[in-house]
């Protein structure tokens, strides 16, 4: 069973994950470039990802090798201390490439009955 703690930092990275995925619906690469708010705002929202992602106990990060702990943290120290050389296009791989399947890992880890002792300790990130 999760600690609170860590089930509410996993319930936070998976509604931002989902609103980013869900604000870049229907939308191309280009248009980040375009629009300036539409950028800042997935930023803000992977880098609310890479925060709740640091809050999550060692243990359960163990638990959960296959959610890509380290990179989501890295993104968002890059975006908030490295903010003058962030570039669009990795925000749009973030979002596009790297968010979805996050997300199917935290909702898989969240799901009711879900224990970390019956997942495959082997697998790795599906990258």
Same mark, same amino acid.
């Given at each position: 069973?999760?600690? &609170?703690? *860590? !089930? ?13 995925? +869900? =604000? $870049? ?7 980040? &470039?375009? *629009? !300036? ?13 890479? +925060? =709740? $992602? ?5 243990e359960t990060r163990a638990a ?14 890059r975006l908030i201390h490295g903010?003058?050389t962030v570039r669009p296009h ?38």
């Amino acid at each position: 069973m999760l600690p &609170e703690r *860590d !089930r509410t930092a996993l319930e936070d990275m998976l509604a931002h994950a989902e609103e980013a995925v +869900e =604000a $870049a619906k229907g939308r191309s690469r280009s248009d980040l &470039e375009a *629009d !300036r708010f539409l950028c800042l705002g997935l930023q803000h929202l992977i880098a609310i990802v890479g +925060e =709740a $992602a640091s809050r999550v106990s060692p243990e359960t990060r163990a638990a959960y090798p296959r959610i890509p702990w380290r990179p989501f943290i890295r993104m968002r120290n890059r975006l908030i201390h490295g903010y003058d050389t962030v570039r669009p296009h990795r925000v749009w791989d973030t979002v596009t490439l790297d968010l979805p399947p996050l997300i199917r890992e935290l909702r898989t880890a969240l799901a009711p009955g879900t224990d970390a002792a019956d997942r495959d300790p082997g697998a790795g990130p599906e990258r």
